[in-house]
């Protein structure tokens, strides 16, 4: 009997991802849902620019690369022309909370019926390095090399609680993948977020607190440590919108 | 008992999967080098296994496939 092994909907292709990337378990956390969901034939998913810019290597499904920040606004296009596809975007901080606010915080506000993957390390991984819009206060990077000053650069964008304002947005969660548990909670919430988008509930975001251990100088195993201590009290885990759950409190 | 099975090629010598097994049934191979030129991750108590897939889940590159 087979306990694990690799999911149908991700290709045979090694990874480009640093050692110990956590890009790579979240690939496989969506491959996984989309297997699960039987979708595969129907999904479509937008590539970001970034560290994930080649994901449509690692995808089964049809895959399309957008410009930079710009894919909400192509799922957006895809799922309007298309709307029995199952349409995601899989994009990283530099991606979706920097060019990409505007399109981000559109498609929300729009309750675009689309599920959104959002990595969030903190950092700029693909360009060396540089402070990100998510960058901690007092966190050193290639471009605060003294760490983050926040009269200088101001504070990190929390795209959860940040959306959460909108009357929009369906579904808002942050999950982590450091450690086991936290991957099993990130893989229930993504696939919430594609069966939100199955069942036409509309705009679905999971934020993920992912690790950048190459840009952050740290080990791997450090790096997971660092999630723990530093970024997940900045940003805490939890469910920020869920329309459906509070209708049915409320019922 | 567990059969592990493992892309050695695609390792990268992370090893959050040797810290992730509760039986600490796995190890970086000292004296291995793979395609890549990373020390990939070798089985050296297999028959501790307990098929929890703690290395599989945490494993970045989807190498290990457990069966039992």
Known sequence: MVVFEKPHAL??????YCPGCTHGIVHRLVAEVIDELGIEGKTVGIAPVGC???AYNYFNCDMIEAAHGRAPAVATGVKRAEPDNIVFTYQGDGDLASIGTAETVHSAARNENITVIFINNAIYGMTGGQMAPTS????VTQTSPYGRDVKLCGYPVKVCEMLSQLDGPEYLERVAVNNVKNIKNAKKAIKKAFQNQIDGK???LVEVISSCPTN??????????????????????GVY??????KEETK | MAKLT????????CGLCVDACPKHVLQLA????NKKGHHPVEAVKEDECIACAFCATMCPDCIIKIER
Not at chain 1, 136 to 139: H, I
Request: net charge positive; charged share 25%.
């Open chain 1, 202 to 204: 509309g705009f679905s």
């Open chain 1, 241 to 246: 919108k869920d329309r459906s759950a509070a």
């Open chain 2, 6 to 13: 493992f892309k050695t090629d695609n390792c990268k010598g």
């Open chain 1, 136 to 139: 901690l206060p007092g966190q």
């Open chain 1, 11 to 16: 290709t045979d292709v090694p990874m480009h």
């Open chain 2, 30 to 33: 000292a004296d291995k080098i």
């Open chain 1, 52 to 54: 994930s810019v080649m």
């Open chain 1, 216 to 237: 952050w100088g740290l080990t791997p195993q450090n790096a997971l440590k660092w999630i723990d201590e530093k970024m997940i009290p900045y940003y805490p885990l």
